[in-house]
């Protein structure tokens, strides 16, 4: 007996210190993705209707472990007699009926007043169309009165991070062109699903100017855990900058540049897929010929990401990869309040630009984020995700020129 008692602690130590490594590294104060840490409206009524439940839940637990461990000590086998068996005892079933029925009562209860709360759309002040699709999400402001003083007049089109005002209720309307993904910034509310040909809305609001991260929770194909997103919120300043900055006027690379030759390298390779608002092409007549992507000819889901202004964000492909070096995005995502939006308007500096990570999703993006298997290479002569444009280290120079330049 004392052999197997011994063979069996270890295990058991070993299986209790998993456990309590999991639950420390949940506990972790920098958890980009805390739903205890909520900081936005909608968040805090799902944390106050999951902290009682998550509670409760804990002392149920115990009461349960509790009774277990007593009835293991009391009731070993000793070659006593059978216990008192409480078989037979309606009052007993009865009670541990009814106070399971009672707590999932005030559970449910208070569930359905969340979720009706939640639904809310009717105050929200501004309007932004979300698009997943594999593997990255699309960020459209229409021309509207709302998001800030004076509206947004020229739409705005970006990718992988969703840019709000501070203190102000979104409307985000949720949809996806190929698959069915799901939406979730933990932070600022509760998930949403992307469903092809429907049209699902959902409230967010910020309290303060940061970072909030989140993912896809859906599985949706071979990059399914690269499908990142990030919530940029600004207070209104800053806010009405950034929307100066998307809509300003394209700023063409000076001749006889090495950006120059990119801004050339990306209507060859890049073009017909990414678009660059305000890029044109002049014959030799001298007639201007604006540049517009026609991604649908070459993408399952028929869309790409806008390039337009790129170095205004952190992130690429699908918020997965930093255009910051680690220093500098460490300095960002912890930058106060109050100097958070005049550090993330500076864009990606010369002195922060994380060209090693851009410079190999140039040379072979499959091999950074798998696009489709290798037997399905593509689908109905279309490219799942980017394909590997087999790209010379000169291209790939001239390139990472032209993209600097894009902000």
């Known amino acids: 007996m004392k052999t197997v008692r011994r063979s069996l602690r270890r295990p058991a130590l070993a299986l209790g210190g998993i456990a309590a490594a999991v639950v420390l590294a949940g506990c972790a104060k920098n958890a980009p993705q805390d739903t ?27 009461i349960v472990i509790a009774a277990v461990v007593f009835a293991m000590i009391k009731y070993r086998d000793r070659g006593q007699e059978m216990p008192e068996q409480t078989h037979g005892k309606p009052w007993l079933e009865i009670l541990l009926t009814i106070i399971p029925a009672v707590i ?13 709360a939640l639904a809310k759309v009717d105050d929200t002040q501004c ?15 229409p021309a509207q009165a709302g ?3 004076g509206g947004i007049t020229t739409p705005i089109v970006t990718s992988g991070e969703l840019v709000i005002p501070d203190q102000t209720k979104v409307l985000l309307h949720i949809t996806s062109r190929d698959v069915i993904h799901s939406f979730w910034i933990p932070r600022l509310n509760g998930k949403r699903d992307a469903v092809p040909g429907r049209d699902q809305t959902l409230r967010m609001e910020a309290d303060q100017p940061g970072i909030y991260t989140g993912q896809c929770t859906e599985f949706c194909g071979l990059s399914h855990a690269r ?12 806010f009405g900058t950034w929307v100066a900055n998307q809509t300003k006027a394209y700023a063409p690379a000076e001749k006889d540049t090495l950006a120059a030759q990119g801004e050339t ?28 992507a026609n991604p649908d000819q070459y993408e399952v889901s028929g869309s790409a990401p806008n390039l ?32 958070f939006g005049k550090l993330y308007l500076q864009g990606v500096t010369p002195e922060c630009f994380n060209e090693g990570e851009l410079r190999d999703w140039l040379r072979n993006a499959p091999a950074k984020k798998p696009m489709y298997s290798a037997e399905n290479e593509k689908l109905d002569g279309k490219y799942r995700g980017m394909p590997n444009l087999n790209l010379t280290e000169n291209q790939i120079d001239q390139l990472v020129a032209y993209l600097l330049e894009r902000k």
Not at 39 to 56: M, S
Not at 268 to 280: A, D, P, Y
Request: proline share 5%; glycine share 6%.
């Open 265 to 292: 390298q990306f209507i060859t390779n890049c073009s017909r897929c990414h678009q660059v608002n305000g890029l044109t092409t002049t014959d030799a007549n001298g007639v201007v010929t604006p540049v517009l």
């Open 147 to 149: 998001c800030m003083p």
């Open 308 to 339: 337009t202004d790129l170095m205004t964000r952190t992130t690429f492909a699908g918020a997965t990869f930093d255009l910051l070096t680690p220093a500098c995005r460490e300095r960002l995502y912890n930058a106060p309040p109050d100097q």
């Open 36 to 62: 205890f840490r909520p900081a936005g409206e909608n968040a805090r009524k799902i944390d106050n209707l999951q902290r009682p439940v998550f509670y409760t839940a804990g002392i149920v637990l115990l």
């Open 227 to 238: 499908m990142r997103m990030a919530a940029v919120s600004l207070n209104a300043d800053d």
């Open 104 to 116: 999932l009562l005030f559970v449910g209860v208070f569930t359905v007043k969340t979720v009706f």
């Open 127 to 141: 309007i932004v169309n979300v698009t997943g699709q594999q593997w990255w999400w699309e960020y459209d402001y």
